[in-house]
């Protein structure tokens, strides 16, 4: 168990829907990351933030958006979904703002259909 | 653009056999760090690496960053079946910018 908790564990909804995967880091980590996992595009990182700020950004679509709330979790908010939006989403979190060891939660699985 | 090459994409060994993997990077990275992820698991945290020519050990891994920080390889001695998995590395630009390479999907036959 890395710490990371992740929910839902899996989400079905329809194109054009709006999504919000939430993430809670690990005790006393103040940096979040979001990555996107699918077949074809493997791994990509996201988004991240330190401490309720927006630290760097990565390959994410205007149509997804993510905030880190003061109790240091987050939420990745994807919307107007296409299905290729279908893949794996992992939340995780490090201690300090520069990318050190990174615990990764379990994932979100979301199907668009 | 940024980018970072993994190779090779699928590593078939048996078992005690070794096994390198690679990355590759057009322009030169801050630091890099490598994770392995279970078959239907999530990644894993195995190492960081940052300083010019850097080689670090842990048990049968042994890690390099490159002199010019451009490329890194992680090479397993003597495999086992429980290294299965698929291997990750992930270069940092300007310490922010972070980007997986595409993986080594290793198997290890008994």
């Known amino acids: 168990d890395s710490g990371v908790t992740q929910t839902p564990k899996h989400l079905i909804t329809a194109t054009g829907q709006r999504v919000t995967l939430r993430c809670s880091p690990r005790s006393g980590d103040l940096s979040v990351y979001w990555y996107q996992q699918s077949l074809d595009q493997g791994l990509q990182f996201l988004i991240q933030?330190?401490?309720?700020?927006?630290?760097a950004k990565g390959n994410i679509l205007e149509r997804f958006s993510a905030q880190q709330f003061p109790d240091l979790h987050s939420e990745l908010n994807l919307s107007s979904l296409e299905l290729g939006d279908s893949a794996l989403y992992f939340c995780?979190?490090?201690?300090?703002?520069?990318?050190?060891?990174?615990?990764f939660g379990q994932g979100t699985r979301l199907t668009v259909v | 653009g940024q980018q970072v090459m993994q190779i090779p994409q699928y590593q078939h060994v048996q078992e005690g056999e070794d096994f390198t993997t690679y990355c590759n990077s057009s322009?030169?990275?801050?630091?890099i760090q490598w994770y392995k992820q279970r078959p239907g698991g999530h990644p894993v945290f195995l190492i960081q690496l940052v300083k010019s020519g850097e080689v670090k050990k842990q048990k049968r891994l042994t890690f390099q960053f490159g002199e010019a920080k451009k490329n890194s390889s992680l090479h397993i001695t003597a495999t086992q079946t429980t290294d299965v998995g698929t291997y990750f590395c992930a270069g940092i630009y300007n310490f922010n910018k972070f980007y997986f390479g595409s993986g080594t999907k290793l198997n290890v036959k008994p």
């Open positions: 995780a979190s490090s201690a300090r703002d520069r990318h050190t060891e990174a615990f």
């Open positions: 322009t030169t990275l801050s630091n």
């Open positions: 933030y330190y401490n309720g700020e927006e630290r």
